[in-house]
């Protein structure tokens, strides 16, 4: 497990750090950078703070941070928009040197002296001052994991880290599939031991690096249309579960029964680890991607956005609710990135307008519905958590820049 050392005045001395460390994995210590756009703000509300008129109606006059907090819920405690964290970060940037970082224990004060807001760390009040505390140095070794805030509940996005693949038409097709299982067994599950074959110079093999190499499961693409012009822009594999290589596919030349030489294929052999579901003969094999460290840092995009929800993931509903994941739209070649905030828009009902003696059809504004977070990204399409919604999100739903 990854460690920090930690001098005992880091406990004692002022510091708000917002951020996270999500992972696929287990939580580890990373110094992740912050942008240029990300400081200068920072840097701008350090000088001067942040208006009042930016502040939650009911932001607190302080707050103690405690374990199972999010970044999203501090946020959203003292700013309106709780994307905005450069503010946040900005209003306390002397003492600020990584804002990925927030711990449990510290406590914000809201200072609103001269018609701007800050966070402090101190005894608050508008007008108090904040002592210096020195602390003679100890020292103390915690598991990073123990301490370290998320900025969103990592629950809700990290099976999804695994789950969904877009591939293209002919992405699945070509990957290694289950060719039989044990006991001529038509479903398998975990603890099941199956038999699977590649494409021809594509077989599965060992790899000497590894001690045994890792599989995802998956089934037939499912395949996502852009809800106003039903141009499809890749395809959703669903994911079934996961397996181990045991065995590498390899030939073996036998004599058949008048003598002959003939060449038998003998598949690879794979053990079956997790089961989301039941799998079968014909699902597909696509290897575990790397670990990889995921910074979340909500924020807007920089440029205009407009988008449209395409699907609700693994879900047969019409709409989706409030922490369901939705497919949008827009991907890398959009400009899409992890920790975008986009602002749902529900779609005005079109009706007759019997007011009018010629009753013209009209169609009524669309009205803000909530917020999503894009937190898995493809070429033409995107996947997104919805953080939070006043009615059910459907299919063909607007999305736009928050602010």
């Known amino acids: 497990m990854a460690q920090r050392t930690l001098n005992k005045d880091f406990f004692g001395l002022t510091g708000l750090a917002l951020g996270l460390c999500l992972l696929g994995g287990p939580l580890m210590a990373q110094n992740f950078p912050v942008t240029e756009g990300q400081r200068a703000t920072a840097s701008q509300v350090a000088q001067s703070g942040v208006a ?38 900005g209003m306390n940037l002397s003492d600020i040197k990584n804002p990925h970082l927030i711990y449990p224990g510290q406590t914000l004060f809201l200072d609103t002296s001269n018609g701007r807001a800050r966070l402090r760390m101190g005894t608050g009040g508008n007008n108090s001052t904040m002592p210096t505390v020195r602390l003679s140095p100890r020292t103390r070794i915690e598991g990073l994991a123990a301490n370290a805030l998320p900025t969103l509940k990592s629950h809700l996005i990290e099976p999804f880290l695994a789950e969904p693949v877009v591939v293209d038409e002919q992405g699945l097709s070509a990957a290694p599939r289950i060719v039989a299982a044990q006991d001529s067994r038509v479903l398998l599950t975990r603890g099941d031991r199956a038999y699977a074959r590649g494409t021809p110079g ?94 979340y840092v909500p924020h807007a995009p920089l440029t205009p956005v407009d988008a449209r929800i395409v699907s609700i993931y693994g879900s047969a509903v019409a709409n989706a609710a409030q922490n369901q994941v939705v497919a949008i739209n827009r991907g890398t070649r959009d400009g899409m990135e992890s920790g975008h905030v986009l602002a749902i828009l529900k779609d005005g009902d079109r009706l007759i307008d019997k007011t009018d003696a010629a009753q013209p059809q009209i169609k009524l504004p669309d009205e803000r519905n909530g917020l999503l977070m894009v937190f898995r990204t493809f070429d033409r399409v995107s996947y997104a958590l919805v953080l939070d919604i006043t009615s059910g999100v459907k299919v063909g739903d607007h999305l736009v820049n928050p602010n």
């Open 52 to 89: 009042l008129s930016e502040l939650s109606p009911n932001a607190p006059p302080s707050y103690t941070v405690k374990s199972g907090d999010t970044l999203w819920d501090i946020s959203g405690l003292f700013l309106k928009s709780p994307w905005r964290w450069p503010e946040l970060w």
């Open 202 to 295: 594509a077989e599965l093999m060992d790899d000497p690096n590894q001690k045994q190499k890792a599989y995802r499961v998956f089934r037939s693409a499912t395949p996502l249309k852009d809800p106003l012009t039903g141009e499809v822009l890749g395809y959703e594999a669903q994911y079934v579960g996961k397996a181990l290589l045991a065995r590498s596919e390899t030939t073996q030349s036998n004599l058949d029964a008048e003598g002959k030489s003939r060449t038998d294929i003998i598949p690879a052999t794979i053990d079956i680890t997790d089961a989301k579901e039941e799998m079968r003969v014909g699902d597909r094999l696509l290897p575990e991607p790397p670990r990889l460290i995921q910074n």
